[in-house]
């Protein structure tokens, strides 16, 4: 009786076509976003459409994770369990020069921006019979902060010390989800919540929908302006009350915010960092239908608010197409 001997022979990351051809190999990527309700989870979405699209030129298949927010995402990028983060430009900031979370670990110099997408601005609601009707308000009151590892919170943080209150004495502060704080307003478990976010929101659009009344509080007044002076990565934003007709708003809203910026480490691929940033960049005005907080981009103004350099295949992108001027030169390392 013959033995019939069968090989198997696995091929890792490659396929052979038919012909004999070989495939190139797949390149995988994942994006960290934020919660599934926010400006987050859909940009990265739409970042990896427009790469999957192009898989036969690029060999890149990108996917999206839902995270807690700019932390997490600047430390699994760090950490390389993500290859790219959607971060709050003031914690590009915070990381790269070991401040605030990092203050301990110290400067994040591996940490690499590519581009920055649209504003964020720190939104305050409150809901209507709790008479919050500007930052001092909140002293007495139960506050909804934001969760552990979210830009929110850090912001929310500042403007609170900015008006010369603290967590610990002046209100009772919450620290949950983003996602959970409407049902707690609607609830009446808090009287106000603090969400750094561009606009409009389903979140916001769902706080100022329900049995509750809310209004959006201004950020605004003169220790406000000695927190920009302090903090170069904050600006003054305004939240048009177009876009939350429930609420009880009758003007726009005037406030702060930082922009929302898509960071990478500098040990990931050149080659992917240039093909995400070239179809990000050749795509822009599909890119700016997806969403009415995109509508405000442009191409100049995706290369504002980064305080860590700018990935090489990022800048190679720039420097072929003539971007580069609009950098910032102490940002052009590699």
Known sequence: MKRVYIFVIVF????????????RKTKFVTIGTGAVTGIYYPTGGAIS?????????????????????????????????????????DRQYQAYNGLAEWSKSGKQTELRSVFSVHPESITLIASGKSGIREVKDVKGKRVNLGNPGSGSLQNSMDVLKAAGLSEKQDFSAEYVKAVEAPGLLQDERIDAFFYTVGHPNGNIKEATSGRIKVFIVSIEGPDIDKMLENYSYYAKSTIPCSFYPSALNTEDIQTIGVKTTFVTSKQVDENIVYAITKEVFENIEDFKLLHPAYQVLTKESMLEGLSAPVHKGALKYYKQEGLDKYIDTKLIID
Do not use: H, R, W
Request: with cysteine; aromatic share 8%; proline share 2%.
């Open 12 to 23: 890792a990351g490659i396929s052979i076509l038919p012909g004999g051809c070989k495939s």
């Open 49 to 89: 459409q427009m790469v999957n699209k192009k898989y036969d030129e690029y060999g890149i298949k990108a996917t999206v994770e839902s995270t807690s927010g700019s932390v997490f995402n600047v430390n699994a990028v760090l950490n390389s369990d993500l290859e790219f983060g959607i971060v709050q430009s």
